[in-house]
């Protein structure tokens, strides 16, 4: 692919108000829940945020975030050290602002974009709901034992 072609692809990508993001929300607010987006005065500016239940929830693209054994994370075959810095940039920027956020007292969630791929978010939305009422600290979906956009290995 051309530099021009990959530079307008690059320029493409959103880094809110995604399709995987909106999808969450409008599920969220299906639900019942309501929440506020990217609050600037929070960590990392989480996508959502329920202040009622002290809940931050990133939705995270497989490929940028790096989701542990998903199809989508996959490597680029052209700078391959470019990539592997960038990707671990992202990765401890992540860890560094969800350990922030749960030292002020929130609770957080991390939503990947394969588990909202699906048709049926039913299954996991179920499952976010119970953790927002459990008061439990961390979740991500879909959890590692599921094969939801994961590789099989």
């Known amino acids: 692919m051309d530099k021009q072609t990959r530079s307008r692809m690059m320029a493409g990508i959103r880094g809110k108000d995604t399709r995987p993001e909106i999808r969450l929300r409008k599920a969220l607010h299906g639900m019942g ?58 990765v401890a920027r992540d860890l560094r602002n969800r350990e922030k956020l749960q030292d002020a007292g929130w609770r957080t969630a991390v939503v990947w974009e394969c588990g909202l791929r699906t048709r049926d978010l039913q299954p996991m939305m179920t499952q976010l709901h119970q953790w927002i009422l459990s008061g439990s600290d961390h979740i991500e979906l879909p959890e590692p034992d599921t094969d939801q956009g994961l590789a099989s290995n």
Not at 61 to 70: I, M, S
């Open 33 to 90: 829940f309501r929440f506020r987006l990217h609050d600037r005065r929070l960590p990392g500016r989480p996508d959502i945020v329920l202040p009622k239940w002290k809940v931050a929830i990133e939705v995270h693209g497989c490929f940028w975030h790096r989701h542990d054994g998903c199809r989508y994370a996959t490597m680029p075959a052209t700078r391959q050290e470019f990539w592997k810095e960038k990707f671990a940039t992202n």
